[in-house]
């Protein structure tokens, strides 16, 4: 049951690292499509990369919290050995 978790953990972070990508080539494509110059351009190009992150920053969350029952940022909680 533990591979399995791990597997799926590990697709989940593959998918992050793929929706990172995406997301960066997307954010490209629509700066090299944008009409606006100058900072209008950059600051949209800015913003489609920021809506990424965000998206992969809160799946991390939701996946850590549902994983290990915690928060990324807490201790975790360690259970002694018998």
């Known amino acids: 049951m533990r591979e399995f978790v791990e597997l ?3 697709v989940v972070e593959v998918a992050g ?15 090299a499509r944008a009409p ?5 351009r ?4 800015r913003r489609d990369l920021a809506r990424t992150v965000v998206i992969r920053i809160f799946s991390s969350w939701s996946l850590t919290l ?3 029952g915690r928060w990324p940022w807490q201790r975790p909680l360690h259970t002694p050995i018998p």
């Open 8 to 10: 799926c953990a590990t």
């Open 66 to 68: 549902e994983l290990e």
């Open 17 to 31: 690292v793929a929706v990172i990508a995406g997301g960066l080539v997307l954010a490209t494509l629509r700066l």
């Open 42 to 45: 950059y600051a949209g190009y």
């Open 36 to 40: 606006a110059a100058g900072a209008t």
